[in-house]
């Protein structure tokens, strides 16, 4: 916010949850926190070259076959990392079977993705000592296993909150109401007093207004996986930002020039 000093921006924002009685804040951890997508990428990219190079002239149908495949199994297996396996078992069901030892080397390299040291997104850090700083405790809800969100919360977090502070939900699952209903009950709080903060429509601010969670806010970002979803599924009383860092000057909606839009 031009002309507002930190002192009183973090002023306003307190004064702001306030008015909206919001006593918690939780934040989705992958593509809103974490930069999660982008690391994944290129690895993901090989080990499908690795498996679909086996097809020959039928590459690019493999391909497509992959991705296609991808997208279903997050229905199918959640973020199980067994998923990779399953996706290239259908593939075969569908093309054909590849010799065993390029199936394994492309279940390896997918399985790297598990071994890279993840960074918070530009701004993340700052934002959640923000939050510290108002007298309020930044939460975080993840779809994951509880080994690989401990290295997640070891490499990002583990200096700016307790481990207790993290809420896992089970990686054979999604993010719907339900789980976001235990994930308030972890946390002892009403979805009313809650402000959720994610990167996903379908995934965080869908099943959270039908909790009834008022106070939702939607990054949308280059870190995220969701593309266009972030946009034409949003509802009109959920908050649009651009960068995780413009949570801070929601407070600015108290001001006679508002900084924020939704």
């Known amino acids: 916010m031009v002309g507002v000093s930190n002192i009183e921006r973090e002023l306003l924002f307190r004064k702001w949850l306030e008015k909206k009685q919001v006593d918690e804040l939780i934040f989705d951890l992958d593509g ?17 070259e690795i498996f679909a190079v086996e097809y ?13 495949l991808n997208k279903e199994s997050f229905n199918i297996k959640g973020v199980n990392p067994n998923r990779w396996e399953w996706i290239l078992d259908q593939t075969e069901l569908e093309l054909g079977s590849v010799n065993k030892e390029v199936k394994k080397c492309a279940l390896e390299k997918f399985g790297e993705m598990y071994k890279v040291p993840l960074e918070m997104i530009p701004g993340a850090e700052e934002t959640l000592l923000f939050v510290r700083k108002t007298e309020h405790k930044p939460r975080i809800v993840t779809l994951a296993n509880e080994p690989w969100s401990r290295k997640k919360y070891n490499w ?8 207790e502070d993290v809420y896992i939900v089970d990686e054979n699952g999604r993010k719907g109401p339900e789980q976001w209903m235990r994930s308030m009950e972890y946390f002892r709080v009403e979805p009313e007093r809650v402000m959720v903060v ?4 379908s995934s965080d601010i869908a099943p959270c207004e039908k909790i009834g969670v008022r ?6 970002n280059q870190y995220s996986d969701w593309g266009s979803l972030q946009e034409s599924e949003k509802d009109s009383d959920t908050y649009l930002i651009n960068d995780i860092k413009q949570l801070m000057d929601l407070g600015g909606e108290l001001l006679r020039h508002k900084t924020v839009f939704r």
């Open 56 to 68: 020959g002239n039928k590459h690019d149908t493999a391909i497509e076959a992959l991705e296609r």
């Open 32 to 48: 809103t926190i974490s930069n999660t997508y982008p690391p994944f990428l290129g690895i993901y990219r090989m080990a499908m």
């Open 215 to 220: 106070t939702r806010v939607l990054v949308r």
């Open 156 to 163: 990002m977090l583990r200096e700016i909150m307790p481990w």
């Open 198 to 201: 994610g990167d996903s429509y």
